[in-house]
């Protein structure tokens, strides 16, 4: 079968989960999580992750979500040793009366976690999605990523958080460009300026319009997201492109606050497939990759300590 | 019966579609297809993981090569469904969620009204059992970083200071641990106590006060605070408050903010109304002891009150106020007291409202 095609097709991406089912999905996920007193968290997750997957599909194929409660409370449970670990030293360090010492070593600590979290939780979460039985896979290198972020992260303290945007854009570029799709791969292209730019227009026009272009602000950060993202395989490439407009977002976003405020929180199930559903529909794929002859290539990888990891930090990375 | 289908098969190597045709075979428990090149293959329906998908219904069978069917016969599915259905292969998850919409409410309902019996008997038992564990030093370390935070912002009163620690030093505040007492120059209102014993008084609420009798009920009712440690009290309900809402909705993070918020915050840390029945009761029985007219401190609430054209802060934050001045009248009418003439208190009151 051809690898690319001869003319530019658009793909149809859509989400077809509803409200009531995810509703069910989460109301059993909660019973479920208070009569284990927590423990049925990382099983939770593992369902509400796989509904929505294989809710969402690409060229009426839906995608799937492999990973499984018992891996993610593994890795819960590693990441609760790391985390213990650090406040014992901290501890430790102030009951030798040496708090300032303890801050520091727990604050580095903390820093050293978030790459290892952020690089774990893409390997994990890529390499258990697949679509039609192609895994996706992040093939970023561990060691790299963390030098690479402490350089960023040094340049933004001695910037005093200037080089925020660019240290942004260059580990957008950097874990998105090592995405793969089977064969196809992933690329990102952000500008640090660029999104100083759009971050700082967007900042001072929200306070001059007394929040009202919040709207356009995050109509232009969606589009920045996805406009910059392409997928490529040898010649063949898909382009991304944002229809979402301001008024979108502005009806998205009260919607979903009435929502939830009007229901004490129960409307999340709504308010979430409300979310996902615009982000897709807002999402055009254009491109001449043809979907029907990608191959393998990706390696199962089932060790969900950095995602868990990045559930502690509240870290919200994944794309 | 018909008992085959078209479906589309992806072998978990490429992502190319087939075409097959795939036969459900109920008595050896098995799905069977025959690939293009010829080969046939059987899968045992229990190794089979099962989707129902707005796609259709979508197989898997393989732990590393991943294979895949996807089913859009809508008979079939049925056919399929129930097969296992009648096999037990239906899990207990399945089940639960397929209890549908009007169940899954009712769970939902449920578990808000466990989360209100929780709030209101569960969290302040468990708090008053934590506050028992917690050593008193952990008390005065709180109490200490609120004041540093808070001192740089306040104007105290050194000479006034004074008066008022030897005002205290004339009481019986049955306190446990020593007693700091500062006055602040502030318009304020308000008057409050310091896990470590502190207590600060506005210049503001001394103005209102017409008699020392009142001081001697607010200094009571503020000891009772520290006494009973209260604000360790309060600190423990929202932080297990918080814990109990952690593990309910599975968020694992925030402990340490909400001690650095109640740390922060301190100060204006609005105490439940238990706890201000208790230091009202305290302060009055303190009263007593001192044989200072217990009416002090009746009358100090009524006057706060009646300034309507600023509600004092000492008691906005206490919605009850009428039930507690009537608490107080009643105890007035109830109990037996003696008092005698203060002529020191008096003096110290006379020039700390200079």
């Known amino acids: 079968m051809e690898e690319s095609l001869e003319k530019r097709v658009e793909y149809s991406l859509n989400y077809n989960g509803k409200g009531s089912d995810f509703f069910g999905i989460i109301m059993v996920n909660w019973l479920l999580t208070v009569i284990t007193l927590g423990f049925y968290y990382p099983w939770a997750k593992a369902k509400q992750l796989q509904y929505i997957y294989n809710s969402t599909s690409l060229n009426e194929d839906s995608f799937a979500f492999h990973g499984t409660g018992k891996e993610m409370f593994k890795g819960f449970l590693k990441a609760i040793l790391i985390f213990s670990i650090l406040y014992g030293v901290l501890i430790f360090c102030v009951l030798q009366q040496m708090p300032g010492t303890g801050v520091l070593i727990f604050y580095i600590g903390l820093v050293a976690i978030l790459p290892i979290a952020i690089h774990g939780s893409y390997r994990y979460r890529m390499s258990r999605s697949s679509w039609r039985g192609i895994r996706f896979g992040y093939r970023g290198d561990r060691k790299e990523f963390t030098l690479l972020f402490f350089k960023w992260i040094f340049f933004t303290i001695i910037t005093l958080g200037v080089y925020g945007p660019w240290m942004a854009m260059n580990m957008r570029n950097y874990l998105l460009g090592n995405v793969r799709f089977g064969d196809v791969e992933f690329q990102y292209d952000g500008d640090g300026g660029e999104y100083f730019a759009l971050n700082i227009k967007g900042y001072l026009l929200t306070i001059v319009t007394l929040g009202v272009y919040s709207f356009w602000w995050q109509k232009e950060l969606f589009e920045y997201y996805v406009n910059n993202l392409s997928l490529k395989r040898g010649d063949a490439k898909i382009y991304l492109n944002s229809k979402a407009t301001a008024g979108g977002f502005f009806q998205l976003i009260v919607t979903n606050i009435l929502l939830l405020v009007f229901t004490l929180g129960l409307g999340y199930a709504w308010v979430a497939t409300r979310t996902i559903k615009f982000i897709l529909e807002n999402i055009e794929a254009e491109g001449n990759i043809n979907l029907d002859a990608l191959t393998q290539t990706e390696e199962n990888y089932k060790d969900a300590t950095g995602e868990d990891l990045s559930d502690f930090l509240n870290l919200d990375t994944i794309m | ?354």
Request: proline share 2%; glycine share 6%; aromatic share 10%.
């Open chain 2, 1 to 354: 019966m018909n008992n085959t289908t078209t479906a589309v098969f992806y072998d978990g190597n490429s992502s190319v579609p087939q075409q097959i045709v795939l036969s459900l075979n109920s008595f050896n428990r098995t799905l069977e297809f025959q690939l293009a090149n010829g080969s046939t293959c059987k899968w045992l329906i229990q190794e089979v993981t099962f989707d129902k998908r707005a796609t259709g219904l979508h197989l898997e069978h393989g732990l590393d090569v991943l294979q895949h069917i996807k089913i859009k016969d809508a008979h079939f599915i049925d056919l399929i469904q129930n097969f296992r259905k009648a096999n037990g292969h239906i899990g207990w998850y399945q089940k639960l969620i397929d209890l549908g919409f009007a169940t899954h409410f009712g769970i939902a309902v449920v578990i808000m009204a466990l989360i209100g019996l929780c709030y209101v008997y569960i969290i302040p038992w468990a708090a008053e059992q934590s506050v028992s564990l917690i050593p008193e030093e952990y008390d005065n370390e709180l109490g200490t970083s609120a004041w540093a935070g808070n001192q740089y912002f306040m104007d105290v009163d050194s000479e006034k200071t004074k008066l008022l620690n030897d005002f205290a030093k004339e009481l019986k505040l049955q306190n446990t641990k020593k007693l700091k007492f500062t006055v602040v120059n502030s318009n304020e209102i308000n008057a409050f106590a310091l896990p470590d014993g502190s207590i600060v008084v506005f210049t503001g609420i001394l103005k209102e006060m017409k008699n020392y009798d009142e001081l001697v009920g607010l200094l009571g009712h503020e000891a009772s605070h520290v006494n009973n440690r209260h604000s360790m009290k309060m600190l423990c309900r929202s932080l297990s408050g918080y814990l109990f809402i952690s593990v309910i909705l599975g968020d694992a993070n925030g402990i340490m903010a909400t001690i650095g918020d109640n740390v922060n915050s301190l100060q204006s840390l609005s105490f439940s109304r238990e706890f201000e029945h208790q230091a009202d009761a305290d302060g009055f029985k303190i009263l007593l002891e001192n044989k200072v007219n217990p009416k002090g401190m009746s009358n100090l609430f009524k006057r706060l009150q009646q300034q309507s054209y600023a509600i004092p802060e000492f008691l906005s934050s206490h919605p009850v106020t009428e039930n507690r001045i009537d608490f107080i009248d009643k105890m007035i009418k109830d109990k037996k007291f003696q008092t005698v003439a203060h002529p020191q208190l008096e003096r110290l009151f006379v020039q700390l409202k200079q």
